[in-house]
């Protein structure tokens, strides 16, 4: 008898076990011509994306309705040369002692040298004046403001200044360093290279490690390794030509981000097929049937896991802010590749290999005992209340620090390493000046009708302005050419990226500028804080609209794949309690174990998306196998048992892997990355291990029939599973 593969989904020819059995059988049958389209579909999208871009300016991430962005495109075509500096020089003693009048002559010179070296794209070196207290005196870089993501223009001129300017400092007693957002963007940049090597190589180590304990082949841990690498090529080149179709901009972080999930999201998908593959051939089945079988069965799983998580990232852009707007589809696109590839090319490269996948290992032909997970079922069935129970109120225990968190804003910070030049002397340059004075808060006054502005009332607001509480000084009016415009930058008394800076613009501030603005002009507050402000908003308007969107959506899918009301609703109120649980726990980490005034402002929404579109994963492959176990005959509780004694191995297997994936960001040396490495990591243990291990299937043997109302999803079916498996392969040959 031939090894063709027809035999799966015969009895299930409709809906999608059909449409899963027909991929299976064309995987299976014709594993050349899948892998031949997938070849000629790589090399269209490689050769023709552009390369990917990113940015570390938060205003680039709002849109012009904000006062803060409308406040900046003013200054800019009010203000055309009175732009701030590219680039900062920060000067100070070697010895930290105050600058004498020597060390200010030196630090002239050391700009007429730096003209002289006649730097690309260094149009003006400017000399501040000594702080007040001495310590740091400056020189302010401008450069031509670029418009083009991909222009390399200010940052090419930061390294030749970072070079130059050391030569230019031998013989003198002072030392000095670079920041300003075009330093800040190089070093990002850097780091972001950086850290993208640094998180591949663990994950890609990690993965091989797992996969190798798990199958004992090192053909097993190598393929999907060597896949997922070449696929990731094609997923960042469909996000490149996303992103130039729709003007999508990313963060330095996103790479590292798509690295991790691209490897651990398809691992999670490929073990979902192979350990499918694997039952069926240690039922008996041939090579080929096995792959169609394992396909039949475990798509639905994998599509449904699959399409929750795109679901939820495609939620994202549904946000205000550019940032997530480019990351929702970003994440989207790269799991769409892995779910394509997990039902396509994976079965068919594994159709060619046969059971030689497994090699030189022969533990694959004998199904293990499963001791372990076959007494925490016959537990958990025995006791689903205590179970459910425990588990949720672990979770709660957890969930009560998420009330403490406190959001930071400062993304150019979080996505450079502590020790990158611009940080270094960011803080430096914070030695030499009170808070607020590194980075003021700009009150723009622009008349409605194109009349002069009045002194006299210009002089009256600045009084105005310098009487708002948290407040610290205020400079004088500086007019615009035509005198229609003028500026005014507002010292705060606190650090700009303060709770107290943010509240004094959020409100006195902006309320009095707006109030007290002279008869006919309009007043715009902007500047960093105000960014700040603005992100917030933008933020809380995203919590409201983003995550009820996210939770319809996937609750709709899981009522389509489970055909039932009651278990899409305490599916859902579990990955709510795990968010919940898993922000609590990164709260008491970083903020109040680690004495951090705030937590990226980013984080909540990236965790929502993973944790309940992974928690949802996970939860639907432990379901759909308690409904199989329910539709072989077993009652309620017995069913449990049998899933989490089936289906526990698969997700405990997927649950490390993915966790440990994500791990590897904390080795990034990022605070963004090592808080949302530790907050996605401890959201797939709380998913994998507590949630879809025990809480799922604790609730639904608690609720028994009821759980797949008004459907009856897990009504008995004729024959049991394994009886139901060698039917579906019948006459499609077996292993002798």
Same mark, same amino acid.
């Given at each position: 008898?031939?090894?063709d593969?027809?035999?799966?989904g015969?009895?299930?020819?409709?809906?999608e076990?059909g449409v899963?059995a027909?991929l299976g059988?064309?995987?299976?049958?014709?594993?050349w011509r899948?892998i031949a389209?997938?070849?000629?579909a790589?090399?269209?999208?490689?050769?023709?994306?552009p390369q990917l871009?990113?940015?570390t300016?938060?205003?680039s991430?709002?849109p012009?309705?904000?006062?803060?962005?409308q406040?900046?495109?003013? %200054?800019?075509?009010?203000?055309p040369?009175?732009?701030?500096p590219?680039a900062?020089i920060v000067l100070?003693?070697?010895d930290g002692s105050?600058?004498?009048s020597?060390?200010s002559?030196a630090? %002239?010179?050391?700009?007429?040298k730096?003209?002289?070296a006649r730097?690309?794209?260094?149009t003006?070196l400017q000399?501040?004046?000594?702080?007040?207290?001495r310590?740091?005196q400056t020189?302010?870089v401008?450069?031509?403001?670029e418009?083009?993501?991909?222009?390399?223009h200010q940052?090419?001129a930061?390294?030749a200044?970072?070079?130059q300017?050391q030569?230019?400092?031998s013989?003198?007693d002072l030392?000095g360093?670079?920041?300003?957002?075009?330093?800040?963007?190089l070093d990002?940049?850097?780091?972001s290279?950086k850290s993208?090597?640094?998180?591949g190589?663990?994950t890609?180590?990690?993965?091989?490690?797992?996969?190798?304990?798990?199958f004992?082949?090192p053909?097993?841990?190598?393929?999907?390794?060597?896949?997922?690498a070449?696929?990731?090529?094609?997923?960042?080149?469909?996000?490149?030509l996303?992103?130039?179709a729709f003007n999508?901009?990313?963060?330095?972080?996103?790479?590292s981000l798509?690295?991790?999930v691209l490897f651990g999201?398809?691992?999670?998908y490929y073990l979902?097929?192979?350990?499918r593959?694997?039952?069926?051939?240690?039922?008996?089945?041939?090579?080929?049937?096995?792959?169609?079988?394992a396909?039949?069965r475990a798509?639905e799983a994998i599509?449904?896991a699959?399409g929750?998580?795109?679901?939820?990232?495609?939620?994202?852009?549904?946000?205000?802010?550019?940032?997530?707007?480019?990351?929702?589809?970003?994440?989207?696109?790269a799991?769409a590749v892995?779910?394509?590839?997990g039902?396509?090319?994976?079965?068919a490269?594994?159709?060619?290999?046969?059971p030689r996948l497994f090699?030189?290992?022969?533990?694959?032909?004998?199904?293990?005992k499963?001791a372990?997970?076959?007494?925490?079922?016959r537990?958990?069935g025995?006791?689903p209340?205590?179970?459910?129970?425990?588990?949720?109120?672990?979770?709660?225990a957890?969930?009560?620090?998420a009330?403490?968190?406190?959001?930071?804003f400062d993304?150019?910070?979080?996505?450079?390493?502590s020790?990158?030049?611009?940080t270094?002397w960011?803080?430096?340059?914070?030695?030499?000046?009170?808070?607020?004075?590194t980075?003021?808060?700009?009150v723009?006054?622009k008349s409605?009708?194109?009349?002069?502005l009045?002194?006299?009332?210009?002089?009256a607001y600045r009084?105005d302005?310098?009487?708002?509480?948290?407040?610290?000084?205020v400079?004088?009016a500086?007019?615009?050419?035509?005198d229609?415009?003028a500026f005014?930058?507002?010292?705060?008394?606190?650090?700009?990226s303060?709770?107290?800076?943010l509240?004094?613009?959020?409100g006195?501030?902006r309320?009095t500028?707006?109030?007290?603005a002279?008869?006919?002009?309009?007043a715009?507050?902007g500047?960093?804080?105000a960014?700040?402000v603005?992100i917030?908003a933008?933020?809380?308007?995203d919590?409201?609209?983003?995550?009820p969107?996210a939770?319809?959506?996937?609750?709709?899918i899981?009522a389509?794949v489970l055909?039932s009301?009651?278990?899409?609703?305490y599916?859902l109120?579990?990955?709510?309690?795990?968010?919940?649980?898993?922000?609590?726990?990164t709260?008491l980490?970083f903020?109040?174990g680690?004495?951090?005034?705030?937590?990226?402002f980013?984080l909540?929404?990236?965790?929502?998306?993973?944790?309940?579109a992974?928690?949802?994963?996970?939860?639907?492959?432990m379901?759909?196998r308690?409904?199989?176990?329910?539709?072989?005959?077993?009652?309620?509780?017995e069913?449990a048992?049998?899933?989490?004694?089936?289906?526990?191995?698969?997700?405990?297997?997927?649950?490390?892997i993915?966790?440990g994936?994500f791990a590897?960001?904390?080795?990034?040396?990022?605070?963004?990355?090592t808080?949302?490495?530790?907050?996605?990591?401890a959201?797939?243990v709380?998913?994998?291990f507590?949630?879809?291990?025990?809480?799922t299937?604790?609730?639904t043997?608690?609720?028994g029939h009821?759980?797949?109302?008004?459907?009856r999803?897990?009504a008995?079916?004729?024959v049991?599973?394994l009886?139901?498996?060698e039917e579906e392969?019948e006459?499609?040959?077996?292993t002798?």
């Amino acid at each position: 008898m031939t090894e063709d593969a027809r035999g799966p989904g015969r009895q299930h020819g409709g809906g999608e076990r059909g449409v899963f059995a027909a991929l299976g059988r064309l995987a299976a049958n014709h594993p050349w011509r899948v892998i031949a389209v997938w070849i000629i579909a790589a090399i269209a999208v490689i050769s023709t994306a552009p390369q990917l871009t990113s940015t570390t300016d938060e205003a680039s991430f709002l849109p012009s309705r904000y006062e803060s962005i409308q406040a900046a495109n003013l %200054q800019t075509s009010a203000f055309p040369q009175a732009a701030a500096p590219a680039a900062i020089i920060v000067l100070e003693r070697t010895d930290g002692s105050a600058l004498t009048s020597a060390d200010s002559a030196a630090a %002239q010179q050391v700009a007429t040298k730096l003209e002289q070296a006649r730097i690309a794209d260094v149009t003006a070196l400017q000399v501040g004046q000594p702080s007040a207290n001495r310590l740091i005196q400056t020189i302010g870089v401008q450069m031509p403001k670029e418009s083009d993501p991909q222009d390399t223009h200010q940052t090419d001129a930061v390294k030749a200044l970072r070079t130059q300017l050391q030569t230019d400092l031998s013989g003198t007693d002072l030392k000095g360093g670079i920041t300003g957002t075009a330093a800040q963007t190089l070093d990002s940049q850097s780091s972001s290279d950086k850290s993208g090597l640094i998180v591949g190589v663990g994950t890609i180590g990690l993965i091989i490690v797992l996969l190798l304990v798990i199958f004992r082949s090192p053909i097993a841990a190598l393929l999907p390794v060597i896949t997922i690498a070449l696929l990731s090529q094609v997923a960042d080149g469909l996000i490149a030509l996303a992103s130039k179709a729709f003007n999508l901009q990313g963060s330095s972080s996103v790479t590292s981000l798509l690295i991790v999930v691209l490897f651990g999201v398809g691992t999670d998908y490929y073990l979902f097929f192979v350990y499918r593959y694997r039952e069926r051939l240690r039922g008996g089945d041939a090579s080929r049937p096995a792959v169609a079988a394992a396909v039949t069965r475990a798509g639905e799983a994998i599509f449904s896991a699959g399409g929750a998580v795109i679901v939820s990232f495609l939620a994202l852009s549904l946000s205000t802010l550019g940032l997530f707007k480019s990351l929702g589809p970003s994440l989207a696109i790269a799991v769409a590749v892995t779910l394509l590839a997990g039902l396509t090319l994976i079965p068919a490269i594994v159709s060619l290999l046969g059971p030689r996948l497994f090699w030189p290992s022969k533990a694959w032909r004998q199904e293990p005992k499963g001791a372990r997970f076959t007494a925490i079922g016959r537990t958990l069935g025995r006791h689903p209340g205590r179970f459910a129970a425990a588990a949720a109120i672990a979770m709660a225990a957890l969930a009560i620090g998420a009330f403490s968190f406190h959001p930071s804003f400062d993304l150019s910070a979080g996505s450079t390493s502590s020790t990158a030049e611009s940080t270094v002397w960011q803080t430096q340059l914070e030695r030499g000046e009170p808070a607020g004075a590194t980075n003021p808060t700009e009150v723009l006054v622009k008349s409605d009708n194109s009349t002069k502005l009045s002194a006299t009332e210009l002089a009256a607001y600045r009084s105005d302005i310098a009487g708002v509480s948290g407040v610290g000084t205020v400079s004088q009016a500086i007019p615009n050419p035509t005198d229609t415009v003028a500026f005014y930058e507002v010292f705060l008394t606190h650090d700009p990226s303060s709770s107290a800076a943010l509240n004094t613009v959020k409100g006195p501030l902006r309320t009095t500028a707006h109030q007290a603005a002279p008869a006919g002009t309009t007043a715009l507050v902007g500047g960093t804080t105000a960014i700040y402000v603005d992100i917030q908003a933008a933020m809380n308007h995203d919590y409201s609209v983003v995550f009820p969107v996210a939770a319809v959506i996937i609750a709709l899918i899981l009522a389509l794949v489970l055909r039932s009301v009651v278990a899409p609703l305490y599916l859902l109120a579990s990955v709510g309690l795990g968010f919940a649980a898993t922000l609590g726990a990164t709260v008491l980490l970083f903020q109040r174990g680690s004495n951090s005034n705030g937590l990226i402002f980013m984080l909540p929404i990236i965790m929502y998306m993973f944790v309940v579109a992974l928690g949802t994963d996970y939860n639907i492959l432990m379901i759909t196998r308690l409904r199989e176990e329910s539709r072989a005959g077993r009652p309620p509780r017995e069913a449990a048992a049998e899933a989490v004694r089936h289906a526990g191995p698969t997700i405990a297997s997927a649950g490390l892997i993915l966790a440990g994936s994500f791990a590897s960001l904390m080795l990034a040396g990022q605070s963004l990355l090592t808080q949302m490495g530790f907050a996605i990591t401890a959201g797939i243990v709380i998913a994998a291990f507590v949630m879809a291990m025990f809480l799922t299937p604790a609730l639904t043997a608690v609720l028994g029939h009821a759980a797949w109302w008004p459907g009856r999803a897990d009504a008995r079916k004729d024959v049991p599973v394994l009886v139901e498996a060698e039917e579906e392969t019948e006459g499609a040959g077996r292993t002798r």
